[in-house]
Each structure stands twice: as C-alpha cells, then as structure tokens.
C-alpha cells in the first residue's frame, strides 16, 4: 500500500474540505510549497495536488501555488481540478507535474479522455469521484447518472497512468476507505 498525502488548493492556500463542501473549510498552511516540502521530508513518495478553484469554476485557478510546489519538491506529483481541454492538461504537465488528473470533463466527453491520453500516454489518471457510487462533476457540485465502476471499464483499454477512485462522503471525515465501492471499481478495470 502506498499513502500518497493531498494538497488541496484554495485561493492559493492549503485546506481541507469536509465531504467536498467549500463551506466546510478547514486551512492548513498558507504557503502550499513549504507544506509540499514537509510532505517530501517526511518520506511521501509522491503528491496528489488539487486546484479546488478550478474544479469548481471550469479552469485552472491556482497556477502559482502549484508552480512552486513543483518547483520545490523532488517526488512526482499528480495534479487535477479544472483542466477541461488539452491547452490545461499540456500547461500543467509543462508546469511539472507527472500526470494530470482528469475528472469533469473526462466523464462529461469521453472522446476528451482519449485524446488527452493520445496526446500525453501514461501520464494521464482518470478521476473518478462519487458518492453512493454515482459519479460527482464541477467539484463535486453535480451528481451524475454515471456509475464510478461503469466508467471504470469503459476507460479500461486506455492508456492511462492510474484510476483514483474517491468516495465522497468519507472525503475529510478520516473513517478511512470504501472498500466495498473501490474492489467495484478496481474488478471493472481488471480483462474477463
């Protein structure tokens, strides 16, 4: 198993919301690179980095946060919220990240994800976010009637770099994994 920590980004600073809901904000640093840099320290083997702004307002909101960030850390980095065409996913993978994580617009056009994983092989993560098992969009503000293991296999023969997979409502309440929604998700990827 492998922990990978999560910064999210909120008008350039780390913070934490409950379940999703910028209402319940709780903020961890106001310097997103020295926090990254703690994580580094401490062994985290890669990072997960979110532009909550851009998830919920359609495009990449905190350019500056995460260009130090990834200016300073050593250790891979996947990077995601409001990168909805190529231009973003290219802007942010020329930034430094590792792989740029696609949810909204992946699951809205799926001929969105194949290009971007044409464009950039292996370096593209499909994230799937759900509640209940039904996939959320716009930064979770909109439900969809699109299932997270149904996507799963569509998405399946794609070169992706990874699936990841969050449960919503267990998101920033610390009760740890669905297990019962990821084995769903990871046995929709897996060749029958």
Not at 77 to 83: P, S
Not at 107 to 119: K, N, Q, T
């Amino acid at each position: 198993m492998e922990i990978i920590p999560a910064i999210d980004l909120r008008g350039g600073k780390v913070v934490r919301l409950v379940q999703g809901d910028p209402a319940r904000e709780t903020r961890y640093g106001d310097d997103p690179a020295a926090v990254a840099a703690e994580w580094e320290r401490r062994g985290a083997p890669r990072l997960h980095l979110v532009d909550l702004d851009g998830a919920l307002g359609g495009s990449p909101a905190n350019q500056q946060a995460l260009g130090a960030i990834l200016r300073r850390i050593r250790v891979p980095a996947e990077v995601g919220g409001g990168l909805r065409n190529l231009d973003a996913v290219r802007a942010v993978l020329d930034l430094g990240a590792a792989v740029a994580v696609l949810g909204t617009a992946a699951i809205r056009d799926p001929g969105f994800l194949e290009a971007a994983c044409a464009a950039f092989p292996a370096r593209v993560a499909l994230g799937l976010d759900a509640r209940g098992g039904i996939l959320a969009v716009s930064g979770w503000a909109e439900a969809t009637s699109v299932r997270a293991p149904d996507l799963a296999r569509r998405a399946s023969h794609l070169p992706l770099h990874t699936i990841i997979y969050t449960d919503i409502q267990r998101d920033g309440m610390l009760t740890g994994p669905n297990v019962t929604e990821l084995r769903a998700v990871a046995e929709a990827t897996v060749s029958r």
